[in-house]
């Protein structure tokens, strides 16, 4: 017997607005504050000869990519689901996701590189046309974290292009900084350490972004979910014997899935208990573990005899 479905009263999850979807005005006005931060930055590092506002404007275009990719996926994964791609395409979030981590990973190691370069041979700098756009991009950038801040913990990539905004509002007080050190004592290389500090910041957030888009891609238990206690919450069901081949993942955030072959008592089957007990078990999934999307095989005992090795 397969049975698969939901808690009755839930719906499906993958037919609705996702949760980047539901915050897609916040993400619009923080890309067109990124560009236009990303355009004065990109002139004032031109006309400065700034490596650190240069590094900043890069990664607040690494930002601007990453946050027009989670738009563009939230377009995406609003449509319905098909028999092709029967979770729609909830999972492109996930890899506008990752696609965001690569980049800032690219663009932190060259920071690094340039910077090591400029340390050993300092480049001219103009201090007072640095601190003028760094100021810029410092305004720009706080204004995306307002705007940010109450969707931050929404999804994957609410949460990640939140981390991007707060890491460029830091970076640019770190080019003010160094703006102010070169104009005060004329040491040219504060710009070049500033500009090393900035690619050590955006790369170990862009491995751990990149980590996590990784984890769902390869359909890994979502983070802080114990199948054990999965496992011990479903056997405390009245007539569950014991329960196989189970396994959660991740479609895109705000969407686990669980799948299992459930064994219960033989009578089960003739005296209409079954479908009560898989109600119970799909409520006790979406209740204990936020799992409303279930599809679980209920099976008679000595059926896992007949079973693929798979499924064992």
């Given at each position: 017997?397969?049975?698969?479905?939901?808690?009755?009263?839930?719906?499906?999850g993958h037919g609705h607005v996702t949760a980047t979807g539901r915050?897609?005005?916040?993400?619009?006005?923080?890309?067109?504050?990124?560009?236009?931060?990303?355009?004065?930055?990109?002139?004032?590092?031109?006309?400065s000869g700034s490596l650190a506002l240069l590094a900043d404007a890069?990664?607040?275009?690494?930002?601007?990519?990453?946050?027009?990719?989670?738009?563009?996926?939230?377009?995406?994964?609003?449509?319905?689901?098909?028999?092709?791609?029967?979770?729609?395409?909830?999972?492109?979030?996930?890899?506008?996701?990752?696609?965001?981590?690569?980049?800032?990973?690219?663009?932190?190691?060259?920071v690094l590189v340039e910077g090591i370069r400029r340390l050993i041979?300092?480049?001219?700098?103009?201090?007072?046309?640095?601190?003028?756009?760094?100021?810029?991009?410092?305004?720009?950038?706080?204004?995306?974290?307002?705007?940010?801040?109450?969707?931050?913990?929404?999804?994957?990539?609410?949460?990640?292009?939140?981390?991007?905004?707060?890491?460029?509002?830091?970076?640019?007080?770190?080019?003010?900084?160094?703006?102010?050190?070169?104009?005060?004592?004329?040491?040219?290389?504060?710009?070049?350490?500033?500009?090393?500090?900035?690619?050590?910041?955006?790369?170990?957030?862009?491995?751990?972004?990149?980590?996590?888009?990784?984890?769902?891609?390869?359909?890994?238990?979502?983070?802080?979910?114990?199948?054990?206690?999965?496992?011990?919450?479903?056997?405390?069901?009245?007539?569950?014997?014991?329960?196989?081949?189970?396994?959660?993942?991740?479609?895109?955030?705000?969407?686990?899935?669980?799948?299992?072959?459930?064994?219960?008592?033989?009578?089960?089957?003739?005296?209409?208990?079954?479908?009560?007990?898989?109600?119970?078990?799909?409520?006790?999934?979406?209740?204990?573990?936020?799992?409303?999307?279930?599809?679980?095989?209920?099976?008679?005992?000595?059926?896992?005899?007949?079973?693929?090795?798979?499924?064992?």
């Amino acid at each position: 017997m397969d049975s698969s479905g939901h808690s009755p009263g839930h719906g499906h999850g993958h037919g609705h607005v996702t949760a980047t979807g539901r915050h897609k005005g916040a993400l619009t006005g923080t890309l067109v504050i990124a560009l236009v931060t990303f355009a004065a930055q990109a002139i004032g590092a031109a006309v400065s000869g700034s490596l650190a506002l240069l590094a900043d404007a890069g990664h607040v275009l690494a930002d601007s990519g990453g946050v027009a990719l989670a738009l563009l996926a939230t377009i995406l994964a609003a449509r319905p689901p098909t028999g092709r791609r029967t979770f729609g395409w909830a999972r492109a979030e996930i890899l506008a996701a990752a696609v965001n981590g690569l980049v800032l990973a690219g663009i932190g190691v060259y920071v690094l590189v340039e910077g090591i370069r400029r340390l050993i041979e300092p480049s001219p700098v103009e201090p007072g046309g640095m601190a003028l756009f760094a100021l810029i991009g410092l305004v720009g950038n706080l204004v995306g974290v307002a705007l940010l801040f109450r969707a931050r913990e929404a999804s994957l990539n609410m949460r990640g292009a939140f981390l991007e905004v707060v890491t460029d509002t830091l970076t640019s007080v770190g080019v003010l900084i160094a703006a102010a050190v070169i104009a005060t004592s004329g040491f040219l290389r504060a710009d070049a350490l500033v500009s090393v500090v900035i690619g050590l910041v955006i790369l170990p957030r862009a491995v751990k972004l990149l980590g996590e888009a990784v984890n769902i891609l390869l359909e890994s238990a979502p983070e802080g979910v114990d199948l054990d206690e999965i496992r011990r919450h479903i056997r405390e069901v009245d007539h569950v014997r014991d329960v196989h081949d189970l396994h959660v993942h991740t479609v895109t955030s705000g969407l686990p899935v669980l799948t299992a072959h459930i064994v219960v008592d033989t009578e089960c089957f003739s005296d209409g208990h079954a479908p009560r007990i898989l109600d119970e078990l799909q409520h006790c999934l979406a209740g204990h573990f936020d799992v409303e999307h279930s599809t679980l095989q209920v099976e008679p005992a000595g059926h896992i005899e007949h079973e693929h090795p798979t499924h064992i």
